[in-house]
């Protein structure tokens, strides 16, 4: 499966929850498939998905919380892990797609095949780390948690033939904002 199969099998089971989406192609890919005034394409800014995610939840704690990333955005900025862990959002879920590739940029490898993401996950203390393979996320997005969710969803590199999203950065954060 590539991203954007992925990225539809998610968006199958959103209904009002906040989505804040990785650079480049994924956000192409998440406004193809559902654009919503919910979603937060970020154009730019590689490796702070996460961390922007992070910013939202905590300043919204009635509202889930969504991050679509990269392994390779992951990768660039491993200390949002552990300040997502210490700052405790209960409406944070943090998806992962490992595709081993930075997709945006051309398909570059990168060292998410030879390292244990979930492992590092783990080893920070997360009780809620998960493949999305071994997890049923409609009934996931039903539950409440003590701490922050992350899932690993292992996928093959490959872009689809998404177009340019038509929004000026500008309207993307104002209809995001007026959501919220």
Known sequence: MIRYNAIQEIMNHI???????????????LYQIKDREENFYMLGSMGLCSSIGLGIA????????????????????????????NQNPKNYILIILDNGAYGS????????????????????????????????FKKLLEKDYNEPVIIRYKIEPGNSKSPVIPLSPEEIKNRFMEKI
Do not use: W
Not at 63 to 83: C, F, P
Not at 119 to 135: L, R, T, V
């Open 15 to 29: 209904t009002n929850e906040l989505i804040i989406c990785n650079i480049g192609f994924p956000c192409k890919e």
């Open 58 to 85: 905590l300043s919204n704690p009635n509202k889930k919380v969504i991050s679509i990333d990269g392994d390779g955005s992951i990768l660039m900025n491993l200390a949002t892990l552990v300040t997502i862990k």
């Open 105 to 136: 940029t051309g398909n570059q490898e990168t060292y998410a095949k030879n390292t244990d993401l979930l492992k590092i996950i783990k080893s920070i203390g997360y009780k809620n780390a998960y493949e999305y393979e071994e997890i049923d």
